[in-house]
């Protein structure tokens, strides 16, 4: 998504309901009242230049950055929030070493991983997002992208899968986490593209494009973040790699700039780059377009929740049938050349 113009008039917030972290007082100062492109170059000049972490030394950092409330190692890939996890790990004693099976020892998961930017530092011993895993169910995401899995090919033990994307926009082989990290790894995901927003036009991975998300890789995570809302253990984990680095990750301390920046409104033309229109009744959703254009349409209720996507292949769209229960939606659509929005009253 190519991210230039904003409109206000179809802004929506996603973020209510967010908790939100503790930054040092003034830590944002420059980002305040800026939306789009510019706010995302404050944030990037404000967490650029973080002090790099040594590969060996993100063991130690694992004890402050990622300890679970009973002293052990927080591994998203076992643990199983409000019920007993399959398996604890022992910092220090369970750390890897050699492995055959889940639950032997955790290592050091780059939730980004190292092949898309070339293994290249300071993106390699970044801990916003480097976090201790089972190696069992790491080495079976490998350097897989995120996505949603219809039927499994693989299940770890809480619940992690890896599987043919269903999510549209993408059909191949993902790893999806399960829902109570979704929001964890999507707000890391809009960190790595703000803090290295510089870089990403070079780095190659199924979820970037353009030096930015790809659209369905957007949408996704978007919904990922509005789905899993920041959580305490976002906030401890914010606070302590910060300690270490002395850089913050901005949408966990203000989830609504996720929206101001990636939001389904966010990159709209203030004059259309095409003419269109959108309507929905009980047998669905309907667009018309004056040309045939490829892209991802999402359909927004009044509270900037995501509840329906999918793809345009064409100059006209019909999907559904939709349960729309009377009131104002937004239909938003990003294209290879920009973005649309459509205000609809059902």
């Known amino acids: 998504m190519h991210l230039r113009y904003l409109l206000p008039v179809l802004w929506i917030c996603s973020a209510c309901g967010h908790s939100v972290g503790q930054p040092p007082p003034g830590y944002y100062d420059s980002a305040q009242g800026l939306t789009g ?18 590969n060996a030394s993100l063991w130690t950092a694992f004890q402050s950055t990622d300890v679970r409330p009973d002293g052990h190692v927080w591994d998203i890939y076992s643990d199983l929030p409000g019920s007993t996890p399959p398996y604890l790990f022992t910092f220090v004693t369970d750390q890897c070493g050699n492995y055959s099976g889940e639950g032997d020892c955790y290592n050091r998961e780059h939730t980004f991983p190292k092949s898309w930017f070339n293994d290249a530092p300071p993106m390699d011993t970044d801990l916003h997002h480097i976090f201790p895993t089972d190696a069992w169910v790491n080495q079976h995401r490998g350097n897989l992208p995120y996505g949603e899995v219809g ?15 269903t999510f549209p926009g993408y059909n191949g082989t993902v790893c999806e986490p399960i829902d109570d ?39 996704m995570l978007l919904q990922w ?32 700039w996720v929206t101001s920046i990636w939001g389904p409104t966010a990159g709209i033309h203030a004059a259309p780059i095409v003419n269109w229109s959108a309507s929905a009744d009980a047998t669905g959703l309907h667009i018309r377009m004056e ?44 294209t290879g050349s920009g973005g649309l929005a459509h205000r609809l009253l059902r």
Not at 151 to 164: P, R
Request: glycine letters at 10%; hydrophobic letters at 35%.
């Open 37 to 54: 492109p510019a706010l995302r170059q404050a944030l990037h000049d404000i967490i650029d230049g973080h002090v790099v972490q040594s």
């Open 181 to 219: 990290f979704k929001g964890d790894l999507a707000r890391t995901y809009f960190y790595m593209m703000t803090r290295y927003m510089d870089l990403v036009g070079s780095w190659s991975s199924p979820m970037l494009q353009g030096g930015d998300l790809a659209p369905w890789a957007g949408s």
């Open 291 to 334: 040309r045939p254009v490829e892209g991802t349409i999402l359909l927004i209720d009044a509270m900037g929740r995501t509840i329906w996507n999918g793809s345009i292949n064409g100059s006209r769209f019909d999907g559904g049938p939709m349960d729309l229960v009377p009131g104002v939606y937004a239909v938003a659509m990003h």
């Open 225 to 256: 973040d509005q789905d899993d809302p920041v959580s305490t253990k976002e906030q401890d984990r914010n606070n302590a790699v910060y300690a270490l680095q002395e850089n913050r990750n901005p949408y966990i301390d203000h989830p609504e």
């Open 151 to 165: 039927s499994a090919d693989w299940t770890s033990e809480n619940g992690t899968k890896v599987g043919l994307c």
